[in-house]
C-alpha cells in the first residue's frame, strides 16, 4: 500500500504556479529604469543623441519614438532566437537585428516625416550602435522570455525618453523661445513689457549637457543614489 501510494505521489505532476501578467518582478523591469537604473542619468548610456537631437521637442519625440521602438522589437527578436543563436556571433546577428528594424524605422520617417527625417536620420543611423540597446540584448534579451524582454526594453526606452524630452523642453523654451515651435518667450515679453532675451548656450550642445548634469543631480538628490566604488 505505501508502495503504491509512493508511486501515485510520484506520478502525480505539481504544476508551477504561472506568473501574473502584471507581477510586482514584472512592473520594476517596467519602473527601475525610469529612476533607479536609468539608462542615461544613473547607466550613462545614450549620451551622444541626447546631446545631439534635443534642441527642439519635435525631433527629440521622434528619435525617442524611434528608440524605443527598436529596443523593444530586437529584445523581443533575440529573445526569441536566443537558443538558436551561436555564442561566439550573439553580438554580430544582434547588430544584424538591430540593423534591420532601425533601417525599417528610417525608411518609414523619410516616407511619412521627411521634414523631421532630414533632422534626424543621421542619429536614427546611430541607433545601430546604441549602447543601451546592445546593453539590454546582452544583459537581458539573451537570458529571458520574450514578454519579459519586452517589459524590459520598454521601460529602457521610456527610460531614454522622459529625459531627453525634458532636456529638449529646457533647450528649447530658452534658447529659442518656443515649444513645439509655438513662441512662448516672445508673447511674455509683450505681455509684461520686458524683454527676456534667448539664452544661445542652449542652442549649443554645452546647454544640454547642463541640462543634463542638472536633472542627475536633482534625481540623485531624491532617490539617494550613490555611486559604488
Known amino acids: 500500500m505505501a508502495t503504491e501510494t509512493a508511486k501515485s505521489m510520484e506520478a502525480t505532476v505539481v504544476k508551477k504556479k504561472s506568473e501574473d501578467f502584471f507581477s510586482k518582478r514584472r512592473r520594476r523591469l517596467v519602473a527601475d529604469p525610469l529612476d533607479d537604473s536609468n539608462p542615461i542619468t544613473v547607466q550613462v548610456l545614450g549620451i551622444c543623441s541626447a546631446l545631439a537631437v534635443t534642441a527642439k521637442i519635435a525631433p527629440t519625440l521622434v528619435m525617442a519614438t524611434a528608440v524605443m521602438i527598436v529596443v523593444i522589437g530586437s529584445n523581443v527578436i533575440v529573445s526569441l532566437l536566443r537558443n538558436v543563436i551561436p555564442g561566439r556571433i550573439r553580438i554580430i546577428a544582434q547588430l544584424a537585428i538591430v540593423a534591420m ?6 525608411q518609414v520617417l ?11 536620420g543621421v542619429y536614427v543611423g546611430l541607433i545601430i550602435t546604441n549602447c543601451i540597446i546592445m546593453g539590454r540584448l546582452e544583459a537581458f534579451a539573451m537570458g529571458n522570455k520574450p514578454y519579459d524582454s519586452a517589459l524590459d526594453g520598454l521601460g529602457s526606452g521610456l527610460g531614454y525618453a522622459w529625459v531627453i524630452l525634458v532636456v529638449a523642453f529646457f533647450r528649447e523654451l530658452f534658447g529659442s523661445g518656443t515649444l513645439l515651435d509655438i513662441p512662448i518667450i516672445a508673447p511674455i515679453n509683450e505681455a509684461l513689457g520686458v ?4 539664452n544661445g ?3 549649443n550642445p554645452v ?15 531624491f532617490n539617494g543614489y550613490v555611486e559604488d566604488h
Open 207 to 221: 546647454g544640454a549637457f547642463i541640462v543634463i548634469g542638472i536633472i542627475i543631480w536633482v534625481q540623485r538628490y
Open 101 to 106: 528594424l532601425v533601417i525599417l524605422v528610417d
Open 201 to 203: 548656450l542652449m542652442t
Open 195 to 198: 524683454s527676456i532675451p534667448n
Open 110 to 120: 523619410k516616407a511619412y516625416f521627411y521634414d523631421l527625417a532630414k533632422i534626424v
